[in-house]
Nanobody, 126 residues
Framework: QVQLEESGGGVVQAGGSLRLSCAAS????????MAWFRQAPGKEREFVAA????????YYAGSVRGRFIISSDNAKSTVYLQMNRLKPEDTALYYC???????????????????WGQGTQVTVSS
């Protein structure tokens, strides 16, 4: 079993920054891909960014590339999402996800990730 707990969401003005954290516990491989997804009201859940623990293997959605930074701290079993130059269209519930079943490769599809957190709300005001 794996538990994921997100934190760091909030309300921020456009152009501001937030840092989300995802604390992981349980049976995670050191090679497990970890990802952030988001879901706005009335829309499907969409991929934001993914990383393989403790590596530079990273992938971003085009809509956030250059503004968001994903990173991991193996010692703390935590994945971060630094969000800069936020826009109103970034408003959503942000989820952390883990892929614990091999093969271990970065993927943007929700069905590839088998553990999810409860989400943390990010609201960007214009």
């Amino acid at each position: 079993q794996v538990q994921l707990e997100e934190s760091g969401g909030g309300v921020v003005q456009a152009g501001g920054s937030l840092r989300l954290s995802c604390a992981a516990s349980g049976r995670l491989s050191s090679s497990s891909p970890m990802a952030w997804f988001r879901q706005a009201p009335g829309k499907e859940r969409e991929f934001v960014a993914a990383i393989i623990w403790g590596t530079d293997t990273i992938y971003y959605a085009g809509s956030v590339r250059g503004r968001f930074i994903i990173s991991s701290d193996n010692a703390k079993s935590t994945v971060y999402l630094q969000m800069n130059r936020l826009k109103p269209e970034d408003t959503a519930l942000y989820y952390c996800a883990a892929k614990t079943e091999g093969p271990y490769f970065l993927t943007t599809t929700t069905s590839s990730y088998n553990y999810w957190g409860q989400g943390t709300q990010v609201t960007v005001s214009s």
